[in-house]
């Protein structure tokens, strides 16, 4: 455990754990380290622990090593979060943070947002009023949560702060920041351009194969679900290469015949992942954080769930959601989305002018300042 060296500034404990944390992490911390007002400690919960999901999102991105690292990997859902409480709350005590910083809504999300209610460290959520309305799933428990503790919410666009507005949250609690998501694409699209040479790997042509993933647990854990999409994404391998990069839990239940034209790959690090997405014809996922690469790739996309939280992009023609109930209401959507002609020029700022890292730090450092000073 660490003492406070640099007690003249205030401390800011930022919690990731998972994929995407660390994405919109990179560009946070890179703002905070920037602005300097702050001092950030970064706890990394474990609960993402292969290199392909964990350490080479730091090395690419240039994350600052997280200073303390759960090691809780995988686990139920009781267990996962209890144990990052747990493990958690010992770093704060000893750590004595003026502030916590969460993002999305993970099982590591929820975990630290319950730690710094309970201790009383004011608590900001990046991320926050997203909404998919649907309470089987894990993560809009975990959002709804986290919201409520939170003291800050940074909602990424006009839905997520009507949505806070909605259930009755404070207006001065909501500040509408964008999406960090966004930055990061703008920021490290160009450079994966030049680092990553996955197009040549996988023999691909630009603009002629499909880009797919698949991790949530309704389509993975249920069987049918999961036979469905591999159906799907096999029948659209006869009319174009598919790329699917495969989550670890995915590769679990992955039981199927896999044709020539349907390529399985492990999971890629961000700048592959930029460079398969930016030169794809078409996307197809269930993840929450590709969607919306799609969007700023300029790729139609075809989103494997019944809702989702980025309603914004399904209402502009870029995003089709596709139900995984049958192989063919999903093939139809494929070809609905290729045969489409999105204005992705006409969208404009959905998700910010690219800088809502640099606004978030700003705030949180204004924020803390503010607090220190009643
Ligand atoms: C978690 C998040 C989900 C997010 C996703 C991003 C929760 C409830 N879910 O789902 O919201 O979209 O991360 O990818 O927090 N595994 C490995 N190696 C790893 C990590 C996981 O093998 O480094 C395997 C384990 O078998 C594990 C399974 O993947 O049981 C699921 O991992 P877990 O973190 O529980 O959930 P995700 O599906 O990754
Ligand atoms: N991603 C990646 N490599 C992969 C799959 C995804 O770098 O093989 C990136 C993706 O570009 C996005 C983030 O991981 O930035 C999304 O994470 P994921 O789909 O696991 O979670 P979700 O966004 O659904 O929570």
Redesign the pocket.
Known sequence: MTSNPGAARPKLLTVIG???QFVKAAVVSHAIAKDARLEEVLVHTG????DN??GIFFEELQIPAAQFNLGIG??S?AR?TGEIMIALEEVCINAQPDMMLVY?????TLAAALVSAKLHIPLAHVEAGLRSFNRTM??EI?RMVTDRVSDVLFAPTDTAVANLLQEGFARDSIVRTGDVMFDAALKFTEIAKTRSTILKQLDLQGKSYALATV???SN?DDEAALRNIAGALAALSQKMPVVLPL???TR?RWTFETPKNLTIIDPVGIFDMYRLESAAQLIVTD??GVQKEAFFHRVPCVTLRTDTEWMELVEGGFNRLAPPTAITSILEACEAALASKPDFSAAGHLYGDGDAAGFVARYLADWISGLKEK
């Open positions: 998972a994929r995407p609960q993402h622990y292969d999901m964990s995988s686990g859902h996962q999305g809504d993970t099982n590591s894990p993560e975990n991790h949530r647990a993975v989550h670890p839990r679990g993840s929450g």
